[in-house]
């Protein structure tokens, strides 16, 4: 089966700086590539997707992610973060519409 | 637009009671699932199902129990609690067509003494 693995638990960055958020996969067949955000006590959110073609992806709040297949990674950046970014993200990999598989989420905390 | 509707939104129980989680979703998605979410872990897939009538485990189904007798809803039940089923649950939804990503509940935050 297929798995993620976040590299970072916790990444805490200044207001306007840049950050990346770590996310390598492992699987043996093609898949599809997402990214979450949680923000407290609320559920899950669809950040941005890959599912095939261009491998840079832009998604929601000015956050992009990157497919790189050779290194089977899915790196999230953003160039200037604010403060209500201050989330947990998660990477999740699928191979088809019932069996995702979620990281242990990233926890980022912006400060001013 | 409801999206997908969890209750309760929390809730304590003692050590071998029962209780059902709601769920229901309004977006005529075939495929529903339940998570939970444990600190540090992620989320770990419990049962889902992709239509009325047909479920299936998921990584975690000990303890736990899903039916699903219409398209909207999505029930899950624990039959007798313990202190390791002390989690946040999680319900979502997905067509079955295209890939889509999952449409999350607000979570059932539940806790086993």
């Known amino acids: 089966a297929q798995s993620v693995t976040q590299l970072d638990s916790q990444v805490p960055v200044f207001e306007e700086a840049p950050v990346e958020l770590r996310c390598n996969y492992s699987?043996?067949?093609?898949?599809?590539l997402f990214w979450y955000v949680q923000y407290p006590n609320q559920g899950l959110q669809l950040l941005l997707k890959?599912?095939?073609?261009?491998?840079l992806v832009k998604g929601i709040n000015g956050f992009e992610a990157e497919f790189n297949k050779s290194q089977t990674s899915f790196h999230l950046r953003k160039p200037s973060v604010h403060i209500s970014d201050t989330a947990e993200y998660f990477c999740a990999v699928s191979r088809n519409n019932n069996d995702m598989r979620f990281g242990a989420g990233t926890r980022l905390t912006v400060k001013p | 637009n409801a999206g997908v509707t969890q209750t309760p939104k929390f809730r304590i129980l003692k050590i071998g009671q029962s209780m059902t989680l709601q769920c229901t979703q309004d977006m005529n998605h075939n495929y529903m699932y339940w998570y939970r979410q444990d600190p540090g872990m992620g989320l770990k897939l419990i049962y889902y199902?992709?239509?009325?009538?047909?479920?299936d485990k998921g990584e975690v189904p000990n303890g736990y129990n899903v039916s699903r007798s219409t398209t909207e809803d999505f029930p899950l039940r624990l039959e007798l609690a313990a202190p390791s089923q002390t989690s946040v649950y999680f319900c979502?939804?997905?067509?079955?067509?295209?890939?889509?990503?999952?449409?999350f509940g607000s979570g059932t935050r539940l806790t086993v003494v």
């Open positions: 699987s043996s067949v093609s898949v599809y």
């Open positions: 890959y599912l095939s073609g261009s491998t």
């Open positions: 979502a939804s997905s067509p079955p067509t295209g890939v889509l990503g999952y449409t």
């Open positions: 199902s992709v239509g009325a009538g047909i479920t």
